[in-house]
């Protein structure tokens, strides 16, 4: 989901710059890699709904549209029950409307990873999986390398940090100098559609869940929010919250099979907002801690590192996102 505007809440101005930056680039971005790599990775346009279902939830949500309206001035909308309805005939029997956010896309993030590995192998890239990290080698102050678990030692001019939930537990950094970034785990299912007769067409959020149509016709439910480190238990619990959460809101989806279940751990920084810039050490430079928004920030934070990395200018959207603002003033000088 390319949900820069209605998920945009008080005091993330910054990172909703940051988002609305990199939604103008996911258009060319995604023809970009199209033509790298012959994989359409279905950004689709049809926008986003945030459901009301009750008065309370109106209340709720238009005092946030409120905000994001007058404060951000972002282009988001009220539709009444009846305009809601016609955009989506199939749910449920009361609701109070919806705010429409007509620029909040979506893109299907598999096809999306598969055509940045075809692109990246085309442009010369070598790809090891299966390699775990132990440590970034370090040697008279700078980065040199990385150490892996079976003590291969790899050498390298530049080292990304840019691994993710895992990118704490990167060794060779002082504990200061690790980015703050830590699991926070998510269950997902996968209902199956007739791709031929959906039953949504825009991406919903709906009180506890969002609803996320794909082409093939899989409605994607998400997701749990859970601090329990790298577990990867699918839970019962976890499941009944999401799947009632999408009936009440699409009484339709109790018909539906279940395709998949699974469990994802997004990379949470302690404001939640990413890592970028340069690291402590040269040649070190951290991309992670993107949360809930890694591929939203996917053309952005490539652009901007790329910048950084090859021609030493640092872009304005990430200046805010530096691991500095972590660190006590002192050790941040």
Not at 292 to 314: K, W
């Given at each position: 989901?390319?949900?820069?505007?209605?998920?945009?809440?008080?005091?993330?101005?910054?990172?909703?710059?940051?988002?609305?930056?990199?939604?103008?680039?996911?258009?060319?971005?995604?023809?970009?890699?199209?033509?790298?790599?012959?994989?359409?990775?279905?950004?689709?346009?049809?926008?986003?709904?945030?459901?009301?279902?009750?008065?309370?939830?109106?209340?709720?949500?238009?005092?946030?549209?409120?905000?994001?309206?007058?404060?951000?001035?972002?282009?988001?909308?009220?539709?009444?029950?009846?305009?809601?309805?016609?955009?989506?005939?199939?749910?449920?029997?009361?609701?109070?409307?919806?705010?429409?956010?007509?620029?909040?896309?979506?893109?299907?993030?598999?096809?999306?990873?598969?055509?940045?590995?075809?692109?990246?192998?085309?442009?010369?890239?070598?790809?090891?999986?299966?390699?775990?990290?132990?440590?970034?080698?370090?040697?008279?102050?700078?980065?040199?390398?990385?150490?892996?678990?079976?003590?291969?030692?790899?050498?390298?001019?530049?080292?990304?940090?840019?691994?993710?939930?895992?990118?704490?537990?990167?060794?060779?950094?002082?504990?200061?100098?690790?980015?703050?970034?830590?699991?926070?785990?998510?269950?997902?299912?996968?209902?199956?559609?007739?791709?031929?007769?959906?039953?949504?067409?825009?991406?919903?959020?709906?009180?506890?869940?969002?609803?996320?149509?794909?082409?093939?016709?899989?409605?994607?439910?998400?997701?749990?929010?859970?601090e329990k480190g790298f577990d990867e238990t699918v839970t019962a619990g976890g499941l009944l919250t999401l799947l009632e959460a999408a009936w009440r809101a699409v009484p339709a989806i109790e018909e539906?099979?279940?395709?998949?279940?699974?469990?994802?751990?997004?990379?949470?920084?302690?404001?939640?907002?990413?890592?970028?810039?340069?690291?402590?050490?040269?040649?070190?430079?951290?991309?992670?801690?993107?949360?809930?928004?890694?591929?939203?920030?996917?053309?952005?934070?490539?652009?901007?590192?790329?910048?950084?990395?090859?021609?030493?200018?640092?872009?304005?959207?990430?200046?805010?996102?530096?691991?500095?603002?972590?660190?006590?003033?002192?050790?941040?000088?």
């Open positions: 989901m390319l949900a820069a505007c209605c998920e945009a809440e008080p005091g993330e101005e910054d990172l909703v710059t940051l988002g609305r930056e990199s939604q103008e680039r996911w258009p060319g971005f995604a023809e970009e890699l199209f033509r790298a790599s012959g994989i359409d990775v279905e950004l689709r346009r049809e926008g986003t709904l945030v459901l009301a279902l009750t008065a309370d939830d109106q209340a709720q949500i238009g005092h946030h549209l409120e905000f994001q309206q007058q404060k951000l001035g972002l282009p988001l909308q009220w539709l009444s029950a009846a305009e809601t309805r016609a955009r989506e005939p199939h749910l449920a029997g009361k609701l109070a409307g919806a705010v429409f956010s007509p620029e909040d896309h979506q893109v299907d993030n598999r096809k999306l990873a598969q055509a940045l590995r075809v692109a990246a192998e085309r442009a010369g890239v070598t790809i090891h999986e299966q390699r775990p990290v132990k440590e970034i080698s370090v040697r008279g102050g700078r980065a040199t390398g990385i150490v892996l678990e079976d003590g291969t030692i790899v050498p390298a001019d530049i080292i990304v940090l840019a691994a993710g939930a895992w990118s704490r537990g990167i060794g060779g950094l002082p504990p200061d100098r690790r980015p703050p970034v830590r699991p926070v785990k998510g269950q997902m299912l996968a209902l199956q559609m007739d791709a031929a007769a959906p039953l949504l067409s825009h991406v919903l959020w709906a009180p506890g869940v969002y609803l996320v149509p794909r082409r093939d016709g899989r409605l994607i439910a998400g997701a749990t929010v859970e539906l099979p279940v395709a998949e279940i699974w469990v994802g751990h997004r990379p949470g920084s302690r404001d939640d907002a990413p890592i970028l810039g340069r690291g402590p050490l040269d040649g070190l430079f951290y991309a992670t801690g993107h949360h809930r928004n890694g591929i939203l920030l996917t053309p952005v934070t490539a652009d901007a590192m790329a910048r950084l990395i090859l021609d030493n200018v640092v872009d304005p959207t990430i200046q805010p996102f530096g691991l500095e603002r972590f660190l006590p003033a002192r050790a941040a000088e």
